[in-house]
Structures are given as C-alpha cells and as structure tokens.
C-alpha cells in the first residue's frame, strides 16, 4: 500500500522562505510530484522528482531522498498569491500506475 | 488552461439519484485519471484507463463505474447517490503509462456534485 504524511497547514511571512516536508512510504516508487491547489481550483504542476537531489525551478524548489522516503518543496520570496494548498503524489509502478496524493499542506502567507 | 475538459461544472441533485460526469482529455494524452476531493479532503484516487482500458482502481465505490470510449473521452458514472458523494470530482490525464509515462498530470477544472 501507500502511506503519504505532509504537515496539515503552514505559516509563513510574505518574502520569507519556507519547506514543506512530504514523507511516504510506497511498494513500487517511480516519482514523486508537487502539485499546488488554490481553493476551488485544479491543481497545477510544480515539480516531479524522480532521481534523488535538488531540482530548482524559479522560486520552487523540490528535492528528493528515496532512500529516506522523504522530499521536500521549497518556496523563496513568498508572495501572497503563495497562498494555497500544496499536494506531494507518488507515482507507484507495482503492478500498475497509481499516483497517489497525500491530504495537502495548506500554506497561509501574512503580509 | 490544462487542455482538460469536464461537464458539468457544477451538478445539484438528491439522494438515490445517478449522474454522468463526463471529461475529454488532452489532445494526444492516452491516460485518464479520476479524482474525488471532500471538503478538507485530498485528491483520492478512483480509477485509471490507458487507450481504453482499465489499468487501475483506487477506493472506487461498487455505486461508481466508469469508461474510457474509443474518442479517449472517458465518463464516471455515479449511482444511488448519497449525500456524502457531495464532492468535486477531477478528471487529470497524461500521456503514456507506466514505464512510459514520463510526464505529468494534467488536472481539468472539475466537476462539483452536490447531493441534496
């Protein structure tokens, strides 16, 4: 099976910067994504890791350590339009090709 | 714009009644995904199809089925509906599968149930 844990909600200050940690635990992992979701709204690509270490794109970060089960995304120079939901999936290739998605980090931006 | 399209957007109906949602992926993508999204909820996997068949299931109640047509427009029919079914229902697709699949999810705007 596939267990995905990620903060439940996060705090941070417009033009700081802040990591949202994502561990899982899968059979068969083959990549793991970040997806951010404003409320009400579909989720938008971020990143997809799926070799170990550190991919920059922009403000975003995202990095990954299979052996640990654990990546992380990171965030620099918080703006306000940050505030959303940020979804870590994996893809599992055991058998078949479900991405599965942990429950979301919702990220709260203060001015 | 994902390139990934659903109707409705938005669908009130009661108890026991059976809705279709439809989704139309994007062009060239082989793969459909079904998404269910509760309030507070994450996205839980229903059901996968490639090129028009079933790959894999998720949590996928026995009320729910769906089907992925020869167009590679796929439709989740829901029955006997419940008022706990009140969800927004996503369609994504991509474009391989499994070792092929390289890419990412492409999310529709979803489908919002409401369920009286």
């Known amino acids: 099976g596939q267990n995905i844990d990620q903060p439940t909600e996060m705090t941070a200050t417009e033009g700081a910067i802040v990591q949202i940690n994502c561990t899982y635990q899968?059979?068969?992992?083959?990549?793991l994504f970040w997806y951010q979701q404003h409320a009400g709204e579909a989720p938008t690509f971020l990143s997809y890791?799926?070799?170990?270490g550190l991919e920059e794109k922009g403000r975003f970060s995202s990095f990954l350590s299979r052996s640990k089960g654990y990546s992380y995304l990171l965030l620099k120079e918080l703006q306000m339009k940050d505030s959303a939901s940020y979804l870590c999936a994996v893809r599992d290739l055991n058998r078949d090709d479900k991405i599965i998605f942990g429950k979301g980090t919702r990220l709260h931006i203060l001015p | 714009d994902s390139g990934v399209t659903q109707t409705p957007k938005h669908l009130i109906t009661a108890t026991g009644q059976r809705v279709t949602l439809r989704c139309s992926p994007r062009s060239g993508d082989l793969s459909v995904y079904w998404y269910q999204q509760s309030l507070d909820q994450g996205l839980q996997f229903l059901i996968q199809?490639?090129?028009?068949?079933?790959?894999a299931k998720g949590n996928i109640l026995e009320r729910f089925s769906a089907q992925q047509f020869p167009d590679l427009h796929s439709e989740l029919n829901l029955s006997s509906l419940e008022l706990g079914d009140s969800a927004l229902y996503f369609c994504?697709?991509?474009?391989?599968?499994?070792?092929?699949?390289?890419?990412?999810?492409?999310f529709g705007e979803g489908s919002r149930l409401t369920v009286l």
């Open positions: 199809y490639y090129n028009g068949e079933e790959r």
């Open positions: 994504a697709s991509s474009v391989g599968y499994g070792w092929s699949n390289t890419g990412e999810l492409f």
């Open positions: 899968t059979s068969g992992f083959n990549g």
């Open positions: 890791n799926v070799l170990d």
